[in-house]
């Protein structure tokens, strides 16, 4: 394969991709595994998700306040959109 077809599949490849996470984060999305923050790191909204994934958070909210709870265990959490909003 010459290397002007090579690089248009790999743009193509590339462009589908893109539409595809893109139409995926329109709809919401979930992510897995287990949640660890230092003393420290947990007062100041900052959680891992395992080693890929940081989540900040507002200190003092609902959600940093569960999250605190939930450190050390294996959670799910699941990111959408509100309804109606655009």
């Known amino acids: 394969m010459s290397r002007m077809r090579r690089n248009v599949v790999v743009m193509?490849?590339?462009?589908?991709l893109v539409a595809a996470l893109a139409y995926a984060?329109?709809?919401g999305f979930t992510i897995r595994?287990?949640?660890g923050a230092t003393d420290?790191?947990?007062q100041e909204g900052y959680f891992a998700l395992d080693?890929?994934?940081m989540i900040v958070v507002k200190p003092g909210s609902e959600i940093h306040q569960y999250l605190r709870s939930k450190v050390g265990q294996r959670v799910r959490i699941t990111i959408?959109?509100?309804a109606g909003s655009e």
Not at 12 to 16: D, E, I, N, S
């Open 40 to 42: 420290q790191e947990a």
């Open 51 to 53: 080693s890929q994934t």
């Open 33 to 35: 595994g287990r949640l």
């Open 80 to 82: 959408e959109p509100e």
């Open 12 to 16: 193509a490849a590339v462009a589908v």
């Open 25 to 27: 984060a329109q709809q």
